[in-house]
């Protein structure tokens, strides 16, 4: 893939110069957050990791090419454009070749990092596996690219809309370690806790750092997960969400939402029951996760 590679100047250099970068995604800004918070959301996180010292690399897909870094133009365009593919593995080569307009998810800003040598990621949360996916068989790509892929995403663990168990639970058969960053529970996005513990807290960006180094210097292949609970003061009551996400849920069955339709019908119906809250919850999370992922990016740099 490296031909469909185009690096902005800033990225570019960063990588040669062995700084550190983070990676982010483009889904959340195109189907995640509605404009123009979502054109907010995105240049902050920005400024974040520069505040941390690190270069962020925006990834997309446009004219053909997987872009690592963003310009502010191409930012804009994300965030204002309708039809824009939502791309994980399966869509890739299509969205390329048809050179249309796709916003990277989890899965795809995985492998497109990967491929640029970038090994942290900075994102809300990440896709799982659906409640009822035993039925359905709903099961994010994120997954499937944890389990191969050589990057670590730094998440406020996984929307309660998910089956937080099963989620872990694949990623236990696939090897793929959730550190939960100052934690001993899976958070879940717009809480700070969930039922579920994590496999090993760790609380300095160092500690994680030499973790991943060694993994992959171990020749273990796939990704990682650095859980980062929502700030306190942003974070929703754990029940209280839950009965809302419960609600969202069989709406977006009632409405026959199904395959990727279904996390973005949910986000924006979670949203409307709570007033704008979870809104208000998803912003400050993603702005933690970037400072985390700029303190590990560097430390990883370091070592
Ligand atoms: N979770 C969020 N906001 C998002 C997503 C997840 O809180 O925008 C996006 C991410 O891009 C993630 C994708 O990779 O949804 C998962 O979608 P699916 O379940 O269709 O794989
Ligand atoms: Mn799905």
């Given at each position: 893939m490296e031909q469909f590679l185009s690096y902005t100047k800033e990225v570019q250099e960063a990588l040669q110069n062995k700084q550190p970068v983070v990676a982010?995604?483009?889904?959340?800004?195109?189907?995640?957050?509605?404009?123009?918070?979502?054109?907010?959301?995105?240049?902050?996180?920005e400024e974040i990791i520069r505040e941390q010292g690190a270069v962020p690399a925006t990834i997309g897909i446009m004219d053909g090419e997987v872009k690592i870094g963003l310009t502010e133009e191409e930012l804009n365009v994300f965030a204002t454009s309708e039809n824009v593919?939502?791309?994980?593995?399966?869509?890739?080569?299509?969205?390329?070749?048809?050179r249309e307009l796709g916003a990277t998810t989890v899965a795809g800003t995985m492998i497109a990092a990967e491929l640029?040598?970038?090994?942290?990621?900075?994102?809300?949360?990440?896709?799982?596996?659906?409640?009822?996916?035993?039925?359905?068989?709903?099961?994010?790509?994120?997954?499937?690219?944890?389990?191969?892929?050589?990057?670590?995403?730094?998440?406020?663990?996984?929307?309660?809309?998910?089956?937080?168990?099963?989620?872990?639970?694949?990623?236990?058969?696939?090897?793929?370690?959730v550190i939960g960053y100052k934690t001993n529970t899976f958070p879940s996005f717009y809480s700070r806790v969930s039922?579920?513990?994590?496999?090993?807290?760790?609380?300095?960006?160092?500690?994680?750092?030499k973790s991943l180094k060694t993994k992959w210097d171990l020749g273990l292949e796939g990704g990682a997960i650095i859980a980062n609970p929502v700030p306190e003061h942003a974070a929703l009551d754990y029940n209280k969400i839950e009965n809302v996400i419960q609600e969202a849920i069989t709406e977006a069955k009632n409405n026959n939402i199904t395959g990727k339709e279904v996390t973005p019908f949910i986000l924006d119906k979670v949203k409307s029951l709570t007033d704008g809250q979870s809104l208000e919850?998803?912003?400050?999370?993603?702005?933690?996760?970037?400072?985390v992922a700029g303190l590990i990016a560097s430390a990883y740099q370091e070592n």
């Open positions: 982010l995604e483009s889904t959340i800004i195109s189907h995640g957050l509605p404009y123009p918070q979502n054109l907010e959301m995105a240049r902050k996180v593919h939502k791309v994980s593995r399966r869509d890739f080569a299509h969205v390329i070749a048809q640029a040598g970038i090994k942290v990621f900075a994102t809300g949360g990440i896709g799982g596996v659906h409640r009822e996916g035993e039925i359905t068989w709903d099961v994010s790509a994120d997954l499937t690219e944890l389990a191969q892929t050589n990057v670590a995403v730094v998440c406020a663990g996984a929307k309660s809309i998910l089956d937080i168990g099963r989620t872990l639970e694949y990623l236990e058969t696939h090897g793929v370690p039922e579920f513990g994590v496999d090993y807290q760790i609380d300095q960006p160092e500690a994680v750092a919850t998803n912003l400050a999370l993603v702005y933690h996760n970037a400072e």
